[in-house]
């Protein structure tokens, strides 16, 4: 809008065009979805429940209500997947009550009465916890019964408080952190355990990757306690909408479930904005390049191809501009740092257009929400919010879960949440009733913002994606073992109801061979290892070794970070000795890391210097091992499994100001790390990578050095490495996955990476049995390589593989796939479509900020073509000759002179 004008208030209703037409200064390009209203689909309560709860009710149900609640009446297990705010608390709340009433009323007393009715209520976190409380509570107060619901979890007060918890209570509410640990005492929850014939798990599809295989396993053990006391429980999982509902419920509880996502609720009419910020200048004060001390993480290189204000500026600025018309505001943050920052840059956002914002006592209650406030804290925040007296609040995803706050007038997203169930959950908290709600969401510029941004249909479109969980993975498996041998002895019962026969009898004797398990099948299975082995468990990993975080001797206790423990591979990339982290503000140096004894740990203090810390990263995979394929076209697809070596061996200094390197290369004295884990990998056909290399020939990357750099196979390298980022890039586009938990290698070698027919002849100490060994060393890793490569009988085909980046695996890398075609997809879409104008692209197509080699080389055409080749599509991407347009099939093996030396090492 001009900028002589203050802008008009509204107090009624806002529209998105009232929000671009308003906005001061240059609102950049935005894009008006209409989501259209939702009537309710209603059945009269008495239908499904009997007259006194349904007169109590006092309205009728939401057909999906009613549809679940039926389905419980028939002992079927139910998964409620509908959207934000369609009361699905309600679902679970009516059935406890329902067997409450059949169970003839309250359960025990502390005299030892006979159980009735009990429930487990399990949320993922405490402050939902506490929330659903209150809600159960006045359900069953509205209802007349006197049902007793009682938290139970870390901060409930020991002793008496706890035994009376056990004793007395209708419905427990804890979390799967809490359940692990209660598991060992369960002959103190023998009665509520004996009773219970309901567990609810809330907000299930929060649980995928490593912590929905913990509570996989957590849940299988809860049921064979429950079994022991005789109980037999029914299931219900609440969902938000995601791709496959069924198979994940049962990848969780290992037993059918009935789905339930046809949405009777009703909902009103919604403006989506989705909005591009504009081109950065530098008359704007706040858009300068982030900092790590401003977000709480690193910097990245990639920033100066990022021309475009970032979100985590333009997205204050929307939130200041929504809360001054008159709309309650929630804006959805990706940190705490950023939570707390937004706060900051929304004031400042008001000072700066004063000319615009006219009314200094305008919609000013702003405050920041997230976990590391104090509980009184975050609960005055929520009632503001319920009540109308805070005007916004700037928040983690701690508001995405099912918190009673009530319903705002608009939602603003910094930047795309990750996936589309996220994305719609956010957005479900605007909409009051059937009133029009105002969504925006304000891209950044990395690759899943600027596909959904230029992609408007894709939120939009009846899928969404899958929620993965796994039970495959061997060292979470073990972990539970040894567990569920500690609460009950294991035994032929177990086998194939468990875990099957000789899965379950490996794990047994791996444990009794470290003197942790004694005894058979046949006989039982006891424990025998250090007392409770539920501690051990950490619900977010799969290996138990983990690093505590320790301060410094002599350092006030008060700069304490009180950080998770870290995962082993993250200490060798993020902590070792000399790295400066960022955490919640505040910068930590590592003086030292201890990885022997009792408890790894690594030792931080607090310092202020004008740098942080990068590890630079060597990765390449080695044999790879396929346990299935298939064809794409003329293209081979395999999943497997397969060892990936990386190596942290030197660290970079960059200046937080400017990004400039203090330091570089300073070794870090770590070997390199192997990682077991599961990938997948696509072969290309060699008349595909022939033509590839005659087109893109005369392209050539000045830095590159070695036998690459003066190859022909540059720019078609440069494809296969551009390929490999899109394809982790927009993996969470149809999966609930963070490409932060997937790895990535394109190689022209890939026949070398892969488990060797016959064993090499020697290592690097003259051994014959040099294959069975993971190298110690990229250089011994790569030595093996060129040896293999050289043994092939004909040239090694090129290709890429994707890996989950956690020991074991997570399950990720084998839905890649199964889903690989639309992955492909999207990942070839999203580079033809983006306006870089770059070969080499940009943050938003194919650069990626966690890549080892430095996003060189990079060839977006050459990955279109790649792309296209395996989709079966004619290329578009370059004017082909009649001479491209075949192969000769008789010479197509051969690496002609005219073709030039073909690397064996490259790999990206």
């Known amino acids: 809008m001009d900028g002589t004008d203050a802008p008009p208030t509204h107090d009624g209703e806002l529209t998105a065009n009232d929000v671009i037409e ?37 309205h009728d149900l939401y057909s999906h209500q009613d549809a679940a609640l039926r389905a419980l009446a028939r002992d079927e297990n139910v998964c409620v997947a509908t959207s934000t705010a369609s009361g699905k608390t309600l679902v679970y709340g009516l059935a406890i009550a329902r067997r409450y009433l059949d169970a003839g009323g309250p359960a025990t007393t502390l005299d030892g009465v006979d159980r009735g009715s009990t429930a487990l209520v399990v949320y993922p ?38 035994r009376e918890i056990r004793e007395t209570a209708d419905v427990v509410i804890t979390n799967f952190a809490g359940v692990n640990t209660y598991l060992h005492d369960h002959d103190r929850w ?41 109980a037999d429980p029914g299931y219900v999982l609440t969902s938000a909408t995601i791709g496959n509902p069924d198979a994940h419920s049962r990848g969780l509880i290992d037993e059918p479930v009935t789905v339930v996502d046809d949405d009777g609720s009703p909902r009103g009419p919604r403006d989506l904005v989705l909005w591009n910020p504009p081109r950065a200048s530098s008359e704007d004060g706040d858009a300068v390049p982030q900092t790590q001390a401003e977000t709480g993480t690193e910097t990245d290189d990639d920033a100066e191809h990022a021309d475009r204000l970032p979100a985590s500026v333009d997205a204050p600025r929307l939130f200041s501009h929504l809360t001054y018309h008159g709309a309650q505001t929630l804006l959805f943050t990706p940190s705490r740092k950023l939570a707390e920052l937004s706060i900051e840059r929304a004031g400042r956002a008001r000072e700066r257009w004063s000319g615009y914002y006219t009314d200094p006592e305008r919609g000013t209650d702003l405050r920041a929400y997230h976990a590391g406030h104090a509980r009184n804290t975050r609960h005055a925040t929520e009632q503001g919010l319920k009540t109308g007296t805070i005007d916004g609040v700037a928040s983690t995803n701690a508001l995405e879960l099912g918190l009673n706050i009530g319903a705002m007038d608009a939602t603003v997203q910094l930047g795309y949440p990750g996936q589309r169930q996220a994305f719609w959950q956010q957005i479900g908290r605007a909409g009051r009733g059937t009133e029009r709600a105002l969504s925006v969401l304000a891209a950044d510029h990395r690759t899943l913002d600027q ?21 495959e993975n061997d060292a979470v498996f073990a972990t539970h073992v ?15 109801s468990f875990a099957e026969r000789e899965r379950l009898e490996s794990a047994i004797e791996l444990w009794r061979r470290a003197g942790q398990l004694s005894g058979r099948l046949e006989t039982g299975v006891s424990y025998t290892g250090p007392p409770r082995p539920q501690s051990t468990v950490s619900m977010y990993a799969t290996a138990g070794e983990e690093y505590a975080v320790r301060l410094a001797d002599g350092v006030d206790a008060r700069h304490d970070p009180e950080m998770e423990p870290l995962a082993r591979e993250r ?19 590592v003086t030292d890391v201890v990885h022997e004894g009792a408890q790894p740990h690594v030792v931080v203090q607090p310092v202020d210097v004008d740098y942080y810390t990068r590890t630079n990263r060597e990765v390449t995979v080695l044999d790879a091992e396929a346990e299935r394929s298939r064809e794409i076209g003329d293209f081979v697809l395999h999943h497997g499994t397969g060892t990936v070596l990386s190596y942290y061996g030197t660290y970079d200094q960059v200046r937080i100001e400017g990004g400039g390197k203090r330091r570089q290369n300073v070794p870090t004295g770590l070997p390199a790390l192997p990682m ?133 695996g997570l399950g990720f890398s084998r839905a890649i796939y199964e889903e690989f075609e639309s992955i492909a997809e999207r990942a070839r879409a999203l580079i033809a479509g983006c306006d870089c104008g770059r070969v080499d692209g940009c943050p938003a197509c194919i650069m990626d900020d966690q890549c080892g080699n430095d996003n060189r080389p990079l060839h977006g055409e050459a990955a279109i073509d790649v792309l296209d080749a395996l989709l079966g599509q004619t290329s578009t991407t370059s004017e082909s000759t009649a001479d491209e347009g075949t192969v000769n099939e008789d010479t197509a093996d051969e690496v002609t002179p005219e073709r030039g030396h073909r690397p064996t090492l490259f790999y990206s």
């Not at 405490?126 to 619901?149: H, I, M, P, W």
């Not at 567990?199 to 053990?221: C, F, K, N, P, Q």
């Not at 040894?482 to 194939?496: K, P, V």
């Open 22 to 58: 308003t906005f001061p200064g240059d609102p950049g390009e935005a894009t008006i979805v209409d989501v259209p209203a939702r009537e309710a689909s209603t059945v009269p309560a008495r239908d499904v429940l009997r007259p006194r709860l349904a007169e109590a009710l006092g």
């Open 125 to 162: 976190t405490k402050a939902l916890s506490r929330d659903q409380e209150r809600e159960l509570n006045d359900l069953y107060e509205t209802l007349g019964l006197d049902v007793t619901v009682r938290v139970y979890d870390g901060d409930t007060e020991r002793g008496e408080t706890r």
């Open 190 to 230: 023998a009665g509520f355990y004996g009773a219970c014939d309901l567990v609810v798990i809330d907000e299930s599809h929060t649980y995928t990757g490593v912590h929905g295989m913990h509570v996989a396993w957590t849940l299988r053990r809860l049921k064979r306690v429950l079994g022991y006391y005789g």
């Open 451 to 471: 596909y959904v941004v230029s992609n408007p249909t894709y939120l939009t479109e009846s899928d969404v994606e899958d929620a993965v969980v796994d039970t």
């Open 482 to 496: 040894r567990c569920a041998a500690d609460e009950l002895a294991l035994d032929q019962t177990d086998a194939d």
């Open 571 to 589: 200490v060798f990339r993020d902590f070792h000795e000399g790295a400066v982290r960022f955490h919640e503000g505040r910068q930590y140096e």
């Open 676 to 808: 077991e884990t599961q990938l997948c990998w696509i072969e290309v056909p060699n008349d595909v990578e022939v033509r590839l290399v005659d087109r893109y020939g005369d392209f050539a990357v000045p830095e590159l050095d070695g036998e690459l750099g003066e190859s022909v196979h540059v720019g078609y390298a440069g494809g296969l490495h551009a390929a490999e980022h899109a394809t982790i890039g927009v993996a969470p586009l149809e999966l609930m996955v963070d490409k932060r938990d997937l790895g990535g290698l394109a190689t022209l070698s890939l026949d070398a990476h892969l488990t060797a027919a016959t064993p090499d002849p020697a290592g690097d100490d003259g051994s014959s049995d040099a294959s069975i060994r993971t190298p110690d060393s990229i250089a011994a890793a790569e030595a093996r390589i060129r040896s293999r490569a050289d043994d092939l009988e004909r040239p090694p085909a090129s290709g890429w593989f994707i890996y989950d980046g956690v020991e074991g």
